[in-house]
Structures are given as structure tokens and as C-alpha cells.
């Protein structure tokens, strides 16, 4: 049989080897939860003492909540987190969050990623916790991403590339970034531009596709507005953990 996983908010019981949504779930699935079971495998590496950073989007609020489940079986943890909202979640699942000042170093830190291409790198910044996330990936021990298969591509750009620029001068800073050979937009919430917990802006760039990955992270944040792009080097990816609909995770190793 198939079976599908959910959060424990999806409403999900299991009753040996059947199980039954609640009836104020709205979904009803016959396939596994890729992104669940790429996050939980992930979770995995995370052990007793160990400082983790915790990502932002879909597929990191399942690895959130599963290192929420361990840190409730007891072991300890200790955590930073990439955006407000995951702090919020971490919270409400028992994470304890430490100031950045507090921590030695962060021993592994798990995300999700919008492309991974055939070498490992990636576009992030869906989320519009870009900056943040790249701090943090940068300065962890282990970076882990986790997906589901849907987001392993030959080539980068389908996704349009998100990149963080401050408010001040933004025409001219757009100006810029079209030069490099994209279309641009301003990422908006409802009618008004969405502004990331940093208060800058995020410039949504469409490259179609990306050939030369190093040249064009180094190209966008050499303009003068530009805080930080979304495209991460494979040279700070450890491990990317794929989920499939079938069940079945694969761990690619550099």
C-alpha cells in the first residue's frame, strides 16, 4: 500500500497499518510527502548537544518540527533560526533559541532550496529569508539541503532568482540588475512590496537559465544596492537530501 505523511496539524491518525484523516482535514493523498521525508531524514544527523540553524519555508517547517519531536524525547538542542517565522515555529514546538552571541558555532544547519542544479548549487530566496539563510549556511559546520525530486534541475533560472536590495535608489539598483541580463519585478505582498525582516526589498531576476553560476553571484553583488543574491555555491553545500512521492530519499554526497 501508499501511504501519505502529514503534520501532526494535517490531521493524520495511524491505526496499524491504515490510517484515517480527520474529518476537519481537507486532504485527502496517495502518495508520500517528498518534502517531509527528505526533512526528516535530514533530521537525522541532528544530535544530543549539538547548535542547529534552522531554514525557512515549506520544506524546513517539517525539519523544524521533527527536531521539535526529538528535543521532546530528550535530547538537548540548541538552535538559530533564519527568518521570524521560524522562530515562531521553533518556539511553539520546544526549540530553544540562543542569541548568535551565545553560540560557539553552528553545527549543522538544514534548508530547503527552489532549484539544485547537477553540481549542488542552488537558488533560495522563495521565502524572502535569503540573507539570513546564506549567513547561516556560510558559517555552518554541515549545510543540508532537503527537497523533494521536483526541484533537482539540469540548469538554474527556470526559478526566477531572488535578490535582496535596499530601499534607497531602488530604480537605479533595478537598472543594474536588467544589465546583467534578466527581466525584473518587485516582490510584492498584496498591493504593497513585501519587506523582508531585514526591511529591505526583493527583486525577483529571470535568467531563464543561468550558465555560469560563480560568475553571476559575484556579478549581482558587486552593484552598489544589492545587500545579497540567492544563488548559494555548491562549496558551502554538504549533503542534498531528494524526497520522492514513492518513499524513497536519496542522500547526494559533493
Same mark, same amino acid.
Given at each position: 500500500?501508499?501511504?501519505?505523511?502529514?503534520?501532526?496539524?494535517?490531521?493524520?491518525?495511524?491505526?496499524?497499518?491504515?490510517?484515517?484523516?480527520?474529518?476537519?482535514?481537507?486532504?485527502?493523498?496517495?502518495?508520500?510527502?517528498?518534502?517531509?521525508?527528505?526533512?526528516?531524514?535530514?533530521?537525522?544527523?541532528?544530535?544530543?548537544?549539538?547548535?542547529?540553524?534552522?531554514?525557512?519555508?515549506?520544506?524546513?517547517?517539517?525539519?523544524?518540527?521533527?527536531?521539535?519531536?526529538?528535543?521532546?524525547?530528550?535530547?538537548?538542542?540548541?538552535?538559530?533560526?533564519?527568518?521570524?517565522?521560524?522562530?515562531?515555529?521553533?518556539?511553539?514546538?520546544?526549540?530553544?533559541?540562543?542569541?548568535?552571541?551565545?553560540?560557539?558555532?553552528?553545527?549543522?544547519?538544514?534548508?530547503?532550496? *527552489?532549484?539544485?542544479?547537477?553540481?549542488?548549487?542552488?537558488?533560495?530566496?522563495?521565502?524572502?529569508?535569503?540573507?539570513?539563510?546564506?549567513?547561516?549556511?556560510?558559517?555552518?559546520?554541515?549545510?543540508?539541503?532537503?527537497?523533494?525530486?521536483?526541484?533537482?534541475?539540469?540548469?538554474?533560472?527556470?526559478?526566477?532568482?531572488?535578490?535582496?536590495?535596499?530601499?534607497?535608489?531602488?530604480?537605479?539598483?533595478?537598472? /543594474?540588475? /536588467?544589465?546583467?541580463?534578466?527581466?525584473?519585478?518587485?516582490?510584492?505582498?498584496?498591493?504593497?512590496?513585501?519587506?523582508?525582516?531585514?526591511?529591505?526589498?526583493?527583486?525577483?531576476?529571470?535568467?531563464?537559465?543561468?550558465?555560469?553560476?560563480? /560568475?553571476?553571484?559575484?556579478?549581482?553583488?558587486?552593484?552598489?544596492?544589492?545587500?545579497?543574491?540567492?544563488?548559494?555555491?555548491?562549496?558551502?553545500?554538504?549533503?542534498?537530501?531528494?524526497?520522492?512521492?514513492?518513499?524513497?530519499?536519496?542522500?547526494? *554526497?559533493?
Amino acid at each position: 500500500y501508499i501511504f501519505c505523511i502529514l503534520s501532526k496539524s494535517e490531521g493524520l491518525i495511524f491505526l496499524n497499518h491504515a490510517f484515517i484523516l480527520s474529518i476537519h482535514s481537507p486532504y485527502f493523498c496517495t502518495t508520500m510527502n517528498a518534502k517531509q521525508l527528505a526533512a526528516e531524514h535530514a533530521v537525522q544527523f541532528v544530535k544530543d548537544g549539538m547548535t542547529s540553524g534552522l531554514g525557512t519555508g515549506s520544506t524546513s517547517a517539517f525539519a523544524i518540527e521533527a527536531i521539535g519531536k526529538k528535543v521532546r524525547d530528550g535530547i538537548s538542542i540548541k538552535a538559530v533560526a533564519s527568518s521570524v517565522r521560524s522562530e515562531d515555529l521553533a518556539k511553539e514546538v520546544g526549540i530553544k533559541l540562543i542569541p548568535f552571541a551565545e553560540g560557539e558555532s553552528i553545527d549543522i544547519y538544514i534548508d530547503g532550496a *527552489d532549484e539544485v542544479d547537477k553540481n549542488h548549487n542552488l537558488i533560495k530566496g522563495g521565502g524572502a529569508a535569503l540573507l539570513r539563510e546564506k549567513i547561516l549556511a556560510f558559517n555552518s559546520k554541515q549545510f543540508l539541503v532537503i527537497v523533494d525530486s521536483s526541484k533537482i534541475v539540469e540548469h538554474l533560472g527556470k526559478f526566477p532568482l531572488p535578490v535582496e536590495i535596499v530601499p534607497f535608489a531602488m530604480e537605479l539598483t533595478l537598472k /543594474q540588475l /536588467q544589465k546583467t541580463g534578466c527581466s525584473t519585478s518587485v516582490r510584492m505582498n498584496n498591493t504593497t512590496p513585501l519587506i523582508t525582516d531585514n526591511g529591505n526589498l526583493i527583486i525577483d531576476c529571470d535568467f531563464k537559465k543561468i550558465e555560469e553560476v560563480e /560568475q553571476l553571484h559575484q556579478l549581482i553583488n558587486n552593484i552598489p544596492g544589492v545587500v545579497e543574491n540567492g544563488l548559494f555555491l555548491n562549496k558551502i553545500v554538504k549533503k542534498v537530501i531528494v524526497g520522492y512521492e514513492n518513499g524513497e530519499v536519496k542522500v547526494l *554526497d559533493k
